[in-house]
């Protein structure tokens, strides 16, 4: 029992003390997933962003912190390909993604087309918030287009990180206290000395 309530103690201030939940992250909290897409109607493309000055991590909806981020997009179908894309990044509202793709762009890339069907573009984020990647495509004659969104936060502690901290939290309170009780009893090889007691 005694080594069992060790090896906790022990274990809950590594966690603590030794692994930050941002390396948390990066040891494989957020995998990258290849299938992040905007939706398009009855089209498609993927969305993923990333900030390469800090971190390796490719994220779908949620970018760590402000400052200098990369987005891509990636449309495989042959007939995005040859439409006019109209690509912004909006502030949105809240994080469903509302925002007026007007009145609420924070940057915008000028109309062309890529036919390769992707392209990948530097954003600086200053302020942390709820964002959304607007884009539509347009053929040449004006017949057909294709409008999605993809609603994405920055520097916005995430619902899994909200409960990381909370777990670190109790692995720390818990470890402390089981770590102060063997302590005081003398079962951790040495005992507190009482000062009280006249020498």
């Known amino acids: ?19 930050a939940p941002r ?8 995998y990258y997933d290849p299938e992040c897409p905007i939706a398009l109607g009855t089209k498609s493309m993927k969305f993923v962003a990333m900030q390469p000055k800090k971190s390796v991590d490719r994220e779908c909806v949620a970018l760590p912190d ?3 981020s990369v987005i891509v997009l990636d449309a495989a179908d042959n007939e995005l390909r040859d ?9 949105a509202k809240d994080e469903s993604g509302a925002a007026d793709p007007e009145a609420d762009a924070v940057s915008r890339l000028p109309l062309q087309k890529f036919r390769n069907g992707m392209v990948n ?22 017949a057909r287009s294709y409008e999605g ?6 520097g916005l502690i995430t619902d899994e990180e909200f409960y990381l901290y909370i777990g670190f939290g109790v692995f720390a309170i818990v470890g402390g206290a089981v770590a102060f009780t063997l302590w005081r009893q003398g079962k951790l090889g040495f005992k507190i000395p ?3 007691k006249p020498s």
Request: hydrophobic letters at 50%.
């Open 194 to 196: 009482n000062f009280a």
């Open 149 to 154: 969104r993809h609603p994405f936060s920055v």
């Open 83 to 91: 439409m006019t894309w109209d690509i912004r990044v909006l502030r």
């Open 23 to 30: 390396d948390a992250q990066a040891a494989g909290w957020h």
């Open 1 to 19: 029992m005694k080594k069992r309530l060790i090896g906790l103690a022990a274990f809950a201030f590594l966690l603590a003390a030794g692994v």
């Open 121 to 142: 573009f530097d954003q600086d984020f200053r302020q942390a918030g709820n964002y959304v990647l607007y884009v539509k495509l347009t053929s040449d004659d004006g």
């Open 66 to 68: 402000i400052g200098a």
